[in-house]
């Protein structure tokens, strides 16, 4: 449930309330708002049955979250949360852009695409060091090399990292090296993994499931808040349905829904949404134009060569023209970018 505070509640009165609340074996978090503070109370909420918070100082009324989730719900916090990247707001004016190589392939190749993504305007360096496929025999990734090569290319470009992490017990390894840690479309239900990252003080991009509602898209962001980290960003990055012309369906309509049922930030990952590098474009104008906080692009010097998704692979002259056509887009939607 949550506690709607008095515009005018001291500082007195919400240490009061958090105490009580507290003393009943219940969760607290507070959410301060521009107008007004928020408390939300989660846990066994039947023993605050016989508790009439209404009647405490401060409090103006005690509203139940009905919503499954609580903590990402708008509810408990109504105004847009904002993920800060050592820097890089996510979930504000300016759109987040994410881009680079589907995999990390070598040191070389990974600096040459991220020079090019930078000067094209991302600030958000992607590509992978564990690679989640679905042939046991198809590259699997550099693994701990692969993230040093992502440290060392952060270090000559300043941008900033995100790469998946699949196994609970690399978390600690990956967030050394990553600036956000990115939990794929195949974990999103690996409810361990999500606790883990729960745990970690660094970002966490969730990918949507191939096959999960938003409500459960919304429930795995729920075990990452309930952990204690609010920074989650999420990433609708298309479904399984009927239409096998394109790789997945990129679930547009989960743009403005997720973004009215949470204060999380929502991004798209048009690459694997459409699975074909020529819909990335007009794809990605369209999830600016439904509110998107951000993109994540995979962009590859040599597709032909890739060691994996070449197909929706961008090369960096095309990103380039793409990102100045999205400038239009945003500017047209009120955002920046
Ligand atoms: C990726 O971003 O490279 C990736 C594997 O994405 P997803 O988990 O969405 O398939
Ligand atoms: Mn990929």
Not at 274 to 279: E, H, R, V
Request: net charge positive.
């Amino acid at each position: 449930m949550i506690i709607v505070l008095r515009p005018d509640a001291t500082k007195k009165q919400i240490d009061h309330i958090i105490e009580k609340v507290k003393k009943l074996g219940l969760k607290t978090m507070v959410s301060r708002g521009v107008e007004r503070t928020i408390i939300g109370v989660i846990g066994e909420e039947d023993v605050l049955r016989v508790q009439p918070l209404e009647a405490f100082p401060g409090v103006e009324k005690v509203m139940p979250i009905l919503k499954p989730y609580k903590l990402v719900s708008r509810e408990f916090k109504p105004e847009n949360s904002i993920v800060d990247v050592e820097g890089i707001k996510i979930g504000g004016k300016k759109i987040a852009i994410m881009a680079g190589p589907c995999s990390v392939e070598s040191f070389e190749m990974l600096l040459e695409v991220a020079k090019k993504v930078k000067k094209a305007g991302a600030g958000i360096l992607r590509g992978g060091a564990f690679k989640p496929r679905s042939s046991p025999y198809s590259f699997q990734g550099l693994g701990e090399k692969g993230l040093k090569f992502l440290m060392d290319v952060k270090k000559e470009t300043g941008m900033k990292i995100v790469t998946e992490v699949m196994d609970t017990r690399d978390v600690k390894m990956v967030e050394k090296y990553a600036d956000i840690l990115q939990v794929g479309a195949r974990n999103m239900q690996n409810f361990n993994l999500l606790k883990e990252v729960g745990l970690s003080k660094k970002p966490v991009l969730l990918k949507r499931g191939i096959s999960a509602t938003i409500k459960e898209f919304l429930m795995s962001a729920e075990y990452v808040l309930a952990a204690g980290n609010f920074n989650c960003i999420l990433c609708e990055r298309g479904i399984r349905t009927f239409e096998d012309a394109t790789r997945f369906t990129l679930d547009l309509n989960a743009v403005p829904l997720i973004k009215q049922l949470t204060h999380l930030p929502v991004i798209v990952d048009p690459s694997h949404g459409t699975g074909k590098w020529d819909l990335v474009s007009p794809m990605s104008k369209a999830a600016i134009a439904a509110g998107a906080d951000g993109l994540i692009i995979e962009v590859h010097p040599n597709p032909e060569e890739a060691y994996s998704d070449g197909e929706q692979s961008l090369v960096p002259y095309k990103f380039d023209a793409m990102m100045k056509e999205l400038k239009a887009v945003a500017k047209a939607v009120g955002r920046e970018l």
